[in-house]
T-cell receptor, first 115, second 113 residues
Framework: DAGVIQSPRHEVTEMGQEVTLRCKPI?????LFWYRQTMMRGLELLIY????????DSGMPEDRFSAKMPNASFSTLKIQPSEPRDSAVYFCASSLGGSFGDTQYFGPGTRLTVL | QQQVKQSPQSLIVQKGGISIINCAYENTAFDYFPWYQQFPGKGPALLIA?????SEKKEGRFTISFNKSAKQFSLHIMDSQPGDSATYFCAASSGSGYSTLTFGKGTMLLVSP
């Protein structure tokens, strides 16, 4: 298996622009997680989907952030409009069922820089 | 938000030495404690995990020690190697309903040759 696939790997954009990050989870995994990693705040859970349904979006910073999972093999995280403080590495992870003790498999991340 | 506090922030150990990273938690409902390892430019990957019915779990050179009464757990890396140089995250989750992980802020480990 190719593992969790994220694109793009690097994104540089200007403040105010729309940014879309993409994720393909491991085939057969029913849960998908979006995380943001910064030096100051570490790894923060943004949103969690189970069977394509958002279960917990309490970590989404504000209305500028939105996430969708139209099917079991694809998810997007959109930031509109982007701001310099959104600069971070964004990870997508997937797990078999999202239940207790499930291993989360992380993608390689997207490094976002907002100028 | 439930917290997991991790220390130290960074650690330098000589090759062959023991690396020790500590974590403490507040939520007594937490009952699954994994450690993730992250190399530069990569996503975190599960290293080892423990559940509170045991006080210690060992896998090769990696050992988790768990103290339920103190609400603390730690990762010990024996005979540390330069290839162990990475960032280590402790995490915790509870078994109720849908389970998400709460991560510590990470420890950057450098093992000097």
């Amino acid at each position: 298996d190719a593992g969790v696939i994220q694109s793009p790997r690097h994104e540089v954009t200007e403040m105010g622009q729309e940014v879309t990050l993409r994720c393909k989870p491991i085939s057969g995994h029913n849960s998908l997680f979006w995380y943001r990693q910064t030096m100051m705040r570490g790894l923060e859970l943004l949103i969690y989907f189970n069977n394509n349904v958002p279960i917990d979006d309490s970590g989404m910073p504000e209305d500028r952030f939105s996430a969708k999972m139209p099917n079991a093999s694809f998810s997007t995280l959109k930031i509109q409009p982007s701001e310099p403080r959104d600069s971070a590495v964004y990870f997508c992870a997937s797990s078999l069922g999202g239940s207790f003790g499930d291993t989360q498999y992380f993608g390689p991340g997207t490094r976002l820089t907002v100028l | 938000q439930q917290q997991v506090k991790q220390s130290p922030q960074s650690l330098i150990v000589q090759k062959g030495g023991i690396s020790i990273i500590n974590c403490a938690y507040e939520n007594t409902a937490f009952d699954y404690f994994p450690w993730y390892q992250q190399f530069p430019g990569k996503g975190p990957a599960l290293l080892i995990a423990i559940r509170p019915d045991v006080s210690e779990k060992k896998e090769g050179r990696f050992t988790i020690s768990f103290n339920k009464s103190a609400k603390q757990f730690s990762l010990h890396i024996m005979d540390s190697q330069p290839g162990d140089s990475a960032t280590y995250f402790c995490a915790a989750s509870s078994g109720s309903g849908y389970s998400t992980l709460t991560f510590g802020k990470g420890t950057m480990l450098l093992v000097s040759p």
